[in-house]
Structure formats: structure tokens, C-alpha cells
């Protein structure tokens, strides 16, 4: 550990202040691995520092140090320029395309940190569809993440950015696992509108920016401070989806698991990657088998690997037929 660094850290902690990543990397010449664990020391001093007391055991912060690289993340686009002769049931052949869909803006965020990178095409590039530099932009974060978090992500965002990315001469990202809160949405509960913004009401939590079509038209257009308008509106998006995330997190059936990125000992919850999980008197059963349940801080409930029946009692189970 660099000395200089934890100074400086020391110092914005006292003023309410943490770093990411990518911030201490880029001001101190360290690498991206490096940024990481100084971004963790700084957001968890508190913890370090009763470390240093002897209030805890070190072993509880490092179990910790290790998380995945989870991406909140949000795009913009570009609606079709067409030529019909009607609004009702048109059947569009492609070439009536004026000029195709491209990338307005980007916006990602790592789960739990503060900082919201963003992208967004020029005026220049936005009156000609150019979004090859904006795209190659938001391929470096897709590129490093385990998880990519998006509301209609699997659907809409993530087809859309390999579009982009093939078109614009780029390669497969790195595979990540989706968690897609749309779908979430759809299996789980009956709200009257799946869509972002009325669920986020109900939550009464943070909303959407109000918005209409016209920006999405001026942004076409090359209009400067449209883009940027759409750029705050997509980094309000990222935020707004985390705190929605953190609400619907135990509910997500088959969650990426997290506790395998977390290093240390004991059990980890695999929708958060705590340890502090709490075993139930109850069992997750299938047709032959059944294993003990658990309850994380984080709400979430999971089940054991290993199954609760005896070798001598799993003789005596039996099943019906097939058919």
C-alpha cells in the first residue's frame, strides 16, 4: 500500500468524501486492480479504522474486499427517419429508411459507487448517425463487467449495443451475466405498467426526468443542448435503476451468484455476497430431494447445496410416474 494515497484518502474521508475507482487510478498512476481495492479502503475506513482499534477482526473487512464488477447501465437512441403513407398498421419496407437508429447517449454506473460516466454523440455526429466513437466509449465499461444490470436490458439495451458494436468494427465483449429488472417486473408482480418510472412511483423512490418526443427530434438534429438534456436525462436513469434494484433484489430468482466473487470463509449469500445469513426452519424441496432455506440480511432466501436427506431415508423416497 502506497502511503501518499492513504494519507490522501484519510483526508477526504474527514471531509465526507470517497473515491472511485477510476478516479484514484487515473490521478495516482496506479492500475484499474490497484484503484479498486483504494476506492474500497476509502469508502470503508470506518471499518479499517476499528480494525486498527481492535474493534473487529480484519478478517470480516477483507471477506469483502472482493466484489463483483456490477454495471448499472442505460442507453439512448435514435428513432427511424421513414417514409409511409400512413400512422396505422404500416407494413415499412427497409427501403423506405431515411437514416437508421445509432446511439444517442450512454450512462453507466458500478453498483455502489457514486460516480456516473456518460457518453454522447456531437452535433456533428448526431446529423449523420455517427456513434462509432460513443460506442467504442461504453464497450470499455461492458467489456469489465461480471453483471450488467438494465431495466429491459435483455430486450432492448444489450441487442442494441451489439448492434452498435458490430457495425462500428468492435469485438464481443467479455461475457457477463444480465440481470434485467423488466423481467423481474413481469414474473413476479402484476403491476398496473411494467415501465421504470411508474414502478419507482409506487416505490416512492426517485423518478424519470419528464421528457417528450421533441427532444428525442432536436437531438436528431444536432441540437447541442438537447444532447446534453439527453444525457442528464439517461445518468438520472442509471441512478434511479439502483435504487430500484436494491428494492427488488430478493425477489430475483436464479440472481447471478455473487458469493463467488467474494473471498473468505464461511457461507455467502449468492444475491449479495454477505455472510450474514440466517438458517430457517424450512425446506426448498424438488420431486425427491430438499435442502435447508436461509434468509440474508438482504432479504434475500436461498437453499443449501447440499440435501437435507439422509442416505439411509433417501432409499425410501419414492416418484410418481412420468406419464
Known amino acids: 500500500m502506497k502511503k501518499h494515497i492513504l494519507r490522501f484518502l484519510i483526508k477526504q474521508h474527514e471531509a465526507g468524501k470517497t473515491l472511485g475507482r477510476y478516479v484514484i487510478a487515473e490521478q495516482f498512476g496506479v492500475s484499474e486492480h490497484e484503484g479498486r481495492i483504494y476506492a474500497y479502503i476509502s469508502k470503508h475506513l470506518d471499518e479499517i479504522l476499528a480494525v486498527a482499534k481492535g474493534e473487529v477482526k480484519m478478517k470480516e473487512v477483507n471477506q469483502s474486499l472482493t466484489r463483483p464488477n456490477v454495471l448499472i447501465l442505460d442507453i439512448e437512441t435514435a428513432p427511424l427517419l421513414v417514409r409511409c403513407w400512413g400512422l396505422w398498421k404500416q407494413n415499412i419496407n427497409t427501403d423506405a429508411i431515411v437514416k437508421d437508429w445509432f446511439i444517442l447517449t450512454w450512462a453507466v454506473k458500478w453498483?455502489?459507487?457514486?460516480?456516473?460516466?456518460?457518453?454522447?454523440?456531437?452535433?456533428?455526429?448526431?446529423?449523420?448517425?455517427?456513434?462509432?466513437?460513443?460506442?467504442?466509449?461504453?464497450?470499455?465499461?461492458?467489456?469489465?463487467?461480471?453483471v450488467i444490470i438494465a431495466h429491459n436490458g435483455r430486450r432492448f439495451d444489450m441487442p442494441r449495443l451489439n448492434t452498435r458494436f458490430i457495425l462500428n468494427q468492435l469485438g464481443p465483449p467479455a461475457p457477463y451475466a444480465q440481470i434485467d429488472t423488466l423481467d423481474i417486473a413481469r414474473r413476479n408482480f402484476a403491476y398496473s405498467s411494467n415501465k421504470l418510472d411508474y414502478i419507482n412511483k409506487l416505490f416512492q423512490i426517485d423518478r424519470k426526468m419528464e421528457t417528450n418526443f421533441k427532444l428525442w427530434d432536436d437531438c436528431c438534429e444536432g441540437d447541442e443542448v438537447a444532447l446534453a438534456m439527453m444525457e442528464a436525462y439517461n445518468k438520472n436513469d442509471v441512478g434511479i435503476l439502483e435504487e430500484h434494484y436494491y428494492i427488488v433484489r430478493p425477489w430475483i430468482k436464479s440472481h447471478p451468484n455473487m458469493g463467488l466473487f467474494v473471498e473468505g470463509d464461511g457461507a455467502k449469500c449468492p444475491s449479495c455476497g454477505g455472510t450474514d445469513i440466517r438458517w430457517l426452519d424450512k425446506f426448498y424441496t424438488t420431486s425427491v430431494n430438499k435442502y435447508s432455506c436461509f434468509r440474508c440480511e438482504c432479504g434475500a432466501i436461498g437453499r443449501s447445496r447440499q440435501t437435507a436427506v439422509g442416505k439411509d431415508e433417501r432409499k425410501n423416497i419414492l416418484s410418481s410416474t412420468a406419464r
Do not use: C, M
Open 111 to 146: 453498483l455502489n459507487e457514486s460516480e456516473v460516466y456518460s457518453g454522447r454523440v456531437t452535433p456533428k455526429e448526431a446529423l449523420v448517425g455517427d456513434d462509432g466513437r460513443i460506442s467504442n466509449d461504453i464497450w470499455q465499461f461492458v467489456e469489465k463487467a461480471d
